[in-house]
C-alpha cells in the first residue's frame, strides 16, 4: 500500500513538472518579449518615416500610413491581448500605455486626414512622437520585467516540482529498499518456518508412530485418513486396508454403530457434540477378528483447507479394567471381612451375654434365698466376676458399633467434678493397696456442670484412672481438670491423669491404643486385662469429637491427656430423696414373657413369681401374637432375637391386630441395644426398655411405673349376673343371638369408619346400644349412649376408644360362655 501511494506521488510530480515545462515551451514560442520590444521599433520606423516624408520629395503618405497601422496594431495587442492582461494590472504599464494610447488618438485623425493636412501637421507628430519615447520605454522595460519575473517564477516552481519529485524519488526508493528488506525477512521468516513446520510434523509422524495409544483421523464424514501403528496393532488392521473406509464400519462394534451414525449425523448438521471435546470417555472398541474390548476414547476437532477433521485417540484398557475388577473384588472381600469380623463380634458378644444373663439372674435371685456368711461371700464373687465379664463383652460390642459408625453419643446434664470424686472414691482402695495416694482438682475457674455422655466419659475416665492404679507402686496419680480454651458454643476441657508409675517404652507408644494390646507386652505382666481399655478410650474419645494423647518416661510415669469439647450447662434442679434401700412394692400383674432362651425364660418367671405376679411364658414371637390375641394382659416383656418371629414385628403384628392385649404395656428386653435401635423399638409399638441382664430392682422400677392392674373383665365390661339370667330365659338361642349381636356390632364398626351423616349415626348407635343391654355389656352400652346423645345434639363423639372396648367386650363374652 506504502509503494502504491508513493508511486502516485511521483505520477502527480510528474504530471507537474511536464505541465511546467509545457508553459516554459509556450512562453518562448510565442515570444512575447520579442514583441514587446518589437513596439519600440516599430514606433521608431514610424518616427523615421514621419521624419522621411516631411523632408522628402515624394509626399506620398502610404508608408507613413502603414507604419501607423503596424504600430497602433501592436499598442492595441498591448492593450487588450488577455496574455498581457497580468501587466496591464501594473500602474505604471497602464499609465505608459495610456499616454501611448492618448498620442495616438490624436494622431489618428490626422492620418485618417486628406495628404495635405497630413503633412502640414508632420512637425506636430514629430514633436510629439519625440516625448513619447519615454513611455514607451517604460512600457518595454515593464513588461519585460514583468515576463522575466514570471519566467523565473515559472523556473523557480519547475525546480520545486523537480525536488519534490526528486524527494519522492528517494522516499520510493527508500521505501522499495525496505520493503525489500521486509520482503526478505519475511521470506527468511517463512523458511524457519516452513522448516519448523516440516521438523514438527516430522516429530508428529514420529509420535503417532511411536505413541502407544492409537491415533485415528478421520474426515467430517467420518472416513479414515491416518491410522497409526498403534492403532494396527491394536484393532488389527492395516492402514493401507482402512484408509477412506468408514470409522464406523472398522472399530465401532455392531451394536453401537447406530449410534455413531446418529452422533456423526448430528455432529455435520452442527448439533450438540457429546464426545469431541468432552475429554476421555470409556467404551467399548472391535478388532478385526470381531473381538470386543474395553478402550478409553478422547476426540479432538480441527480445522484444515479441506474442512474438519476429527482426531481420536483411543487406549486398550483391557488390562487396567481387569486390575480394577480384581481390586475392587479384593475390596468387597476385605470389607466382607471386617463386616463378617464385626457380626462375629456382634454375635458372640450376644451369645456370650445370653448365658450371663442367665447367670447374673439366677445370682440375683440366689442373693435373696437364705444364705449362710461364706455362701453369701461366694455369690457376691461370682456375681462381680460375672458383672467384670459383662463389662467386657460390652467392650467388645462397643468397638464392634464404632468400626461401624453406629455408636451413639447422647449428651446430657452431669456433673464432672461428681464424676471424677466417684471415680476416685472407687480407685482409692485399689491405689491404697499398692500405696500411691491419689487425688484431683481444678486448674483454674472450675466448670462442674456440662452436656456429655456420663457413661462414655465414665468409661474413658475409668480406664485411664484404672490404668494409672495398675502400674503405679509406691507413687503419686494427680487428676487435673483444666479449661483451655472457649468454643463458639462451649469449651475446650483438658483432663490429665499424671501418675509416676512404670511408663511406657518410646516404641510402645503408638502400639497402647491398639486393640488387644495387653499388660503381657507392655509391662511384663503387672496386670490382667483384654487390651481393649485404651481402643475403647481412643474410640470414645473420637466420638464425643476429643482425641487423647500420652507423654511417657519409661521408669519415672506417664501422663494420659483428654481433651475434648463441652458445653456449660445449669445445674439441674435438686433430686428427690433417693428412695428407701427396700424394695419397692408392686400390685400383681398378668404378665406374658415371649423369650426363647429357657435360662432366661426361668429368671424372668422366677422373679415376677416372686413379686406374686401371674406369669405366661411362651419362646417365640408368632406365639407370643397368638397369646396376646386371645388374653388380656397387664403387661407384655418382649425379647428381641428370637427365632420364627422376632419381637419388633411381633410387637406390630399385636398393635396392629385387634386382640385382646393390642393396647397393653409391651416392654423390650435386650442386651444394650443402640440409641438408634432403641428409637426404632418405640416406634415399633414397644412402650420401654428394659436392658440385660435383667434384675429385680429395674424390673420393680419399670412396673411400678406402669399403670395399675385391670380388674377381670367379667367384673368391670359386662353384668355377669344380667347374663347370667338373660342365657336362663332364652335358652339354646343364647349363642345364636350373641353372634347375631357381634355381626350387627361389627358392621357398626365398619360404618363408623365411612363417617356417616349425624342422623343417621344416632339411630344406629341407639340400635346397636339397645343390644349391648340385653347382653349386659354395660361399659360398651355407655359408650354408645354418649355417641348417640351427641350426634342428638349435632355433634360428633370421638370413636378412638370404641374398637378396643368392643375388643375386651367381645372377648368377656366369649369368656363366660
Known sequence: MAGLIGLAVIALLVSDVARDMRLLDTATSDNVEWTIAQTEVEFLEFEAEILETQTGSDRSMIDLRRKFDVFYSRISTLGEAALYAPMREDPVYERALGDVRAFLDRAVPLIDGGDTALYAALPTLI?????????????????????ASESDARRTDV???LGRLAAALAALIITLGLLVLYLTRLNAQGVERQRQIAQTSQRMNTVITASLDAVVVTDAGGHILEFNAAAESIFGHAAADVKGRSIGDVIVPEKYRGMHEAGMERMRRNGPRNVVGKGRVQLEGMRADGTIFPCELAIQSASTDTGEIFIAFLRDITARVVAEQELMEARDQALAGERAKTDFLAVMSHEIRTPLNGLLGNLSLLQDTSLDERQSGFVANM???????????????????YDAGKLQITPAPMDLGGLVQDLVDGQSAAAARHGTQISWRWSGEPLDWIAADRDRLEHILMNLIGNAVKFTREGRIDITLEIVGTTSDGADLEIRVDDTGIGIAPDQIDRIFQDFVTGDVLYDRMAEGTGLGLGIVRRFAAAMNGKVSVESILGKGSRFTLHLPVKSVDMPEAPAEPAETRRIEVAPRRVLVVEDNPINQQVVRDMLLLDGHDVTVVSDG??????????????????????????????????????????????????????????????????????????????????????????????????????????AAVGETFEPLLDRFESETDALLDWLGTDPPINEIRERVHKTAGSAAVFGARDFRAELVTIENAAQDGAREDLSRLPALWRNTRNALRAAL
Open 383 to 401: 456375681d462381680t466376676s460375672g458383672r467384670q465379664l459383662m463389662r467386657h463383652v460390652s467392650d467388645v460390642l462397643d468397638i464392634t458399633r
Open 159 to 161: 525546480g520545486i516540482t
Open 127 to 147: 514633436e510629439e512622437a519625440e516625448t513619447l519615447h519615454e513611455a514607451l520605454r517604460t512600457l518595454v522595460t515593464s513588461s519585460l520585467d514583468y515576463f
Open 622 to 727: 408368632r406365639t407370643g401374637v397368638e397369646a396376646a390375641t386371645a388374653t388380656r394382659y397387664d403387661l407384655i416383656l418382649m425379647d428381641i432375637s428370637m427365632p420364627v418371629m422376632d419381637g419388633r414385628a411381633a410387637t406390630r403384628a399385636i398393635r396392629a391386630g385387634d386382640g385382646a392385649s393390642a393396647d397393653v404395656p409391651i416392654v423390650a428386653l435386650t442386651a444394650n441395644a443402640m440409641a438408634s435401635e432403641r428409637a426404632a423399638f418405640l416406634d415399633d409399638g414397644m412402650t420401654t426398655i428394659l436392658s440385660k441382664p435383667l434384675s429385680r430392682k429395674a424390673l420393680d422400677a419399670m412396673l411400678s411405673g406402669l399403670p395399675e392392674p385391670s380388674q377381670d373383665p367379667d367384673q368391670t365390661v359386662i353384668d355377669l349376673e344380667h347374663l347370667a339370667d338373660m342365657r
